[in-house]
């Protein structure tokens, strides 16, 4: 399946003063296919090894970091002789700490050489005081398939062609098509098997499955991976999200998880979260100007998944509700359609995410983005009401920002507001 990054893999490839590539990503996201991929399409050959459970791999980088032996060690494990036009991939480089360590040599002494890791758990390991190289690495991040590659995933190009660049006035005659597509989003998420198998089979039951399959490998991990007298609050955190975004104020309660719960009581927990991929986090701004970090309330934030398939699969939301209901967009406050958003403002470059409210908690943002210097208040609309009083007021109160309210609405441009259909999300730019 075609995903976006490959053109930044690609570019990465192509750069003459690239670095030793680190690719970040929760599981299951696609980084082995995507690195495995590009090495088909742009190298002569690629040499790849897991140091997954694999002794004979993590112990390659042990003894020293003379890279000639590491080379050499490396190609006889994969049975792949390694050139300079010979991609290396070394997968679950976190379960090799002396790995991560030996890019830093790999770029000084053999800077010929194209080295690409992956990990499911980096995050975590590079909060542990993993010596990590510094300035020494190229560093992606890679996340579920979005909208516009679910789209490509189907087969419909011209669809997702025309999404990418197409006037709006060819777009809006077709909006039915991109709902039909949008609706079928909504339950399959961005997981790659999950959307793979349900695009060839059709097959409902199996796709729940599996979304259920990558929760319990993300329960294993957590259980594995995560200090012991953390993983109860990590799971207590987890489980709780579709209930914390269903309430009307999506605001992360501590309360909610236990009587009298402090935020130090679950600091580490969400941190654990964060670093494995699994959540995103959402801070609040209570006022508006550039750069937003300057305004970040730290007290407050919203936790989202990091995927609205598996978002459904957790809250154990019927399939039929989803791909048959008429309501299913508004259903639950609107919690699936933000974090549908959410999931496609991500990716997005140059943007920094924040929510929004005032001092006395009277208007209310979804989200407030920042790209580059402009600033852009994004009210995300699930139901047919359309009415945004907060967007409004902040517009008025705000004349150099954007305003813009994501919903199931055609394009639209209004004085001091832009209607972006919720299926071009990520074209809110």
């Known amino acids: 399946m075609e995903r976006t990054i490959m053109t930044q893999l690609k570019a990465w490839k192509e750069n003459p003063t690239k670095k030793p590539l680190l690719l970040k990503g929760a599981r299951q996201v696609g980084k082995t296919y995507i690195l495995k991929e590009l090495g088909q399409r742009y190298f002569h050959n690629y040499a790849y090894v897991n140091c997954d459970n694999n002794p004979a791999a993590a112990g390659i980088f042990s003894p020293d970091y003379n890279i000639d032996r590491i080379v050499r060690e490396l190609s006889a494990l994969t049975n792949q002789p390694i050139t300079p036009d010979t991609l290396i991939i070394i997968d679950e480089i976190q379960e090799a700490p002396a790995g991560l360590h030996a890019l830093k040599y790999f770029h000084e002494q053999r800077p010929d050489l194209y080295v690409a890791v992956a990990g499911s758990l980096l995050g975590v390991a590079l909060h542990s005081d993993e010596s990590f190289p510094v300035g020494m690495v190229d560093i992606l991040e890679m996340y579920p398939m979005t909208f516009d590659e679910f789209l490509l995933a189907t087969g419909s190009e011209i669809l997702a062609k025309e999404l990418e660049s197409a006037p709006w006035d060819v777009l809006n005659p077709i909006a039915d098509e991109y709902v039909n597509w949008l609706r079928q989003y909504y339950f399959t998420g961005g997981m790659p098997e999950v959307v793979k198998n349900y695009l060839a089979t059709a ?40 209930s914390q975004l269903a309430r009307e104020n999506k605001k992360f309660i501590y309360g909610a998880l236990k009587k009298g719960a402090r935020a130090n009581d679950f600091e580490i927990a969400i941190q654990w979260l964060q670093d494995a991929g699994l959540v995103y986090k959402i801070p609040r701004v209570n006022k508006i100007g550039v750069p937003l970090a300057f305004y970040e309330d730290l007290s407050a934030f919203k936790l989202y998944m990091l995927d609205c398939g598996l978002f459904g699969a957790l809250s154990a939301t019927p399939p039929e509700l989803i791909l048959v209901a008429n309501n299913i967009f508004s259903e639950y406050k609107g919690a699936f359609t933000e974090q549908y958003a959410l999931q496609q403002l991500i990716p997005l470059n140059d943007t920094h995410i924040y929510y929004y409210t005032n001092d006395r908690s009277t208007l209310e943002l979804d989200f407030i983005l920042q790209h580059g210097v402009r600033v852009y208040a994004v009210e995300v609309k699930a139901e047919e009401n359309l009415k945004a009083k907060s967007l409004r007021q902040v517009a008025l109160d705000n004349p150099q920002i954007a305003a813009v309210r994501l919903s199931m609405s055609p394009y639209r441009q209004q004085s001091w507001m832009t209607n972006v259909p919720l299926w071009a999300a990520s074209r809110i730019y």
């Open 203 to 242: 097959d409902v039951p199996l796709a729940r499955k599996l979304q259920n399959d990558i929760l319990t490998a993300y329960q294993l991990d957590i259980s594995k991976h995560a200090p012991v007298n953390q993983v109860p609050r990590i799971n207590m955190v987890w489980r709780s999200i579709p």
